[in-house]
């Protein structure tokens, strides 16, 4: 169902991905350096991970507030309704 409320919500999810990639630096400095992702990944990742989620957070927030996200994670998530039969 497409409605203001779901366009407004999905407004504000776009715009704290976009306030978060843009600030990327600033956030690690007051976050700090998260030492598993260091190990796990190399180093400097940090930036990468936190970049990553904010880019997810934009795609979330369009898909949220054009109504697409449930048709794409019912899509997305179809290969395993064999698992879960409904009743």
């Known amino acids: 169902m497409f409605s203001i409320a779901n ?3 999905g407004l504000i999810v776009v715009a ?3 306030v ?3 600030f990327n630096y600033q956030l690690v ?3 700090g350096n998260q ?3 260091e190990n ?3 180093g400097g990742s940090t930036y990468f991970v936190y970049k990553l989620f904010s880019v997810i957070l934009i795609i979330a927030g369009l898909l949220y507030g054009t109504g697409l996200a449930q048709p794409f994670f019912s899509w997305l998530l179809s290969p395993l309704s064999g698992l879960f039969p409904q009743k």
């Open 7 to 9: 366009i407004i919500t």
């Open 16 to 18: 704290l991905g976009v």
């Open 20 to 22: 978060s990639l843009r």
């Open 29 to 31: 400095g007051i976050t």
């Open 35 to 37: 030492d598993w992702i």
């Open 40 to 42: 796990f990944l190399g």
